[in-house]
Nanobody, 128 residues
Framework: QVQLVESGGGLVQTGGSLRLSCAAS????????MGWFRQAPGKEREFVAA????????NYADSVRGRFTISRDNAKIMVHLQMSGLKAEDTAVYYC?????????????????????WGQGTSVTVSS
């Protein structure tokens, strides 16, 4: 049973930084794509970033490219999202997700429908 557990959310000021982490367990994630999505109040869930567990190749939403960095730690079986230059519009619940077939897609999928496994989410609030 795949489990994804996010951590690292919180309150941060505009321009600040935060690192989200996702602990993955339950199976080998070789061949998977790992993604981060977010959902702001009253809005639909949107893609943030994804990386291939095998190659480390990454894909970013235009709104976060250059500010956010996704990475994976093979030894600890964790995925991180380093966020900097945070803006009020980054306020959302952030979800970690896993796409079992996605590690070799080019580009990595941005569609939530391709991600079969989801964490419970961690809340990020950016205040001005």
């Amino acid at each position: 049973q795949v489990q994804l557990v996010e951590s690292g959310g919180g309150l941060v000021q505009t321009g600040g930084s935060l690192r989200l982490s996702c602990a993955a367990s339950g199976r080998s994630f070789s061949g998977y794509a790992m993604g981060w999505f977010r959902q702001a109040p009253g809005k639909e869930r949107e893609f943030v970033a994804a990386c291939s567990w095998t190659s480390g190749a990454a894909n970013y939403a235009d709104s976060v490219r250059g500010r956010f960095t996704i990475s994976r730690d093979n030894a600890k079986i964790m995925v991180h999202l380093q966020m900097s230059g945070l803006k009020a519009e980054d306020t959302a619940v952030y979800y970690c997700a896993a796409d079992p077939r996605g590690g070799y897609r080019a580009p990595l999928s941005r569609s939530a429908n391709d991600y079969d496994y989801w964490g419970q989410g961690t809340s990020v609030t950016v205040s001005s």
